[in-house]
């Protein structure tokens, strides 16, 4: 549902009960604040009865009152300026502000490893291996992942283009050769970034593999992707967690990795060799 949801309480609000309204009222003005509440407490805000706010959410077509939740959340997510994310999750983290960032992190890799579909990784990973050329996309807070995931790549294939910081156009002109042999692999994160969309729907009408880094199936990019790997980022701060796509990176890099292990095993080895032959391993013993 998402902005549906709002639209909803609007079209239907008249029919409603006074303590449905009282409920509507306030997710229509604070849906911020309601989409961290527990039922108990929307209805104590509110002045009805926790079974009051749980009968609320199933008349609106949902399971239970954790399902309208959830949309509420994703709402929140992607309509939110910094300077309200700032406010809302001042309201939320109260006393130990890292044990609260660690758990709200802990929780976004448990709800992954639930939703993360491992057919689409399957998916993923064999079109990587079997591209002409990789190309991976991420802008603004999705570059750090993007970056990464192109680091370790680099290390095993010799055909991957890094696509991150950049206008529009130039986006598009570092893409302009894309065709139906390659792999777009676009990491997007709430906020969404258009330009990062608008590419991958650029590679799909180029006959392109297209795959992204989501936190949902229905995302933007979720929609014009080939295969989606879902990461949950809860927002416990002005900005999302990039603990579980983080990790989503690096489960993707072990399962190349292991159907890649011989000839990286000789890359490594190359570059170990050059490091000690012109002295430019940068570990410190």
């Known amino acids: 549902m998402s902005d549906d949801i709002l639209s909803l309480l609007q079209e ?116 990587i291996l079997h591209a002409r050329r990789i190309y991976i996309v991420g802008v603004r807070s999705s570059a750090a992942i993007a970056v990464f995931l192109n680091f370790h790549l680099r290390s095993a294939f010799d ?37 990062t969309v608008k590419l991958l729907q650029y590679a799909r009408a180029r006959g392109a593999t297209t795959a992204a880094i989501t936190d949902k199936v229905d995302a933007p990019a979720g929609r014009v992707s080939d295969c989606v790997l879902v990461a949950k980022s809860d927002m416990v701060s002005v900005v999302d967690s990039l603990v579980a796509p983080m990790s989503v990176v690096n489960a993707l890099i072990a399962m190349i990795s292991r159907r890649q292990e011989q000839s990286l095993s000789r890359t490594y080895q190359d570059l170990e060799r050059l490091w000690e032959e012109y002295d430019v391993n940068e570990y410190v013993e």
């Open 12 to 127: 239907r609000f008249r029919t409603f009960s006074k303590g449905q309204k009282l409920i509507a009222n306030y997710i229509m003005d604070s849906y911020d604040k309601a989409a961290f509440m527990t039922a108990s407490r929307l209805g104590k805000t509110v002045g009805v009865s926790e079974s009051t706010v749980v009968r609320f959410a199933v008349e609106l077509g949902f399971d239970g009152y954790p399902s309208m939740q959830k949309t509420l959340q994703a709402l929140v997510r992607t309509k939110l300026t910094s300077v309200q994310r700032i406010e809302v999750s001042n309201s939320r983290i109260a006393g130990d502000v890292v044990g609260a960032v660690l758990q709200a992190d802990i929780e976004a890799l448990r709800h992954t490893g639930e939703l993360l579909d491992r057919e689409q990784m399957e998916k993923c990973v064999d079109a």
């Open 159 to 195: 055909n991957v283009q890094l696509i991150t910081s950049a206008s529009t156009s130039e986006m598009f002109e570092q893409m302009i050769h894309v065709t139906h042999e390659d792999v777009v692999l676009g990491i997007s994160l709430p906020r969404y970034s258009v330009r």
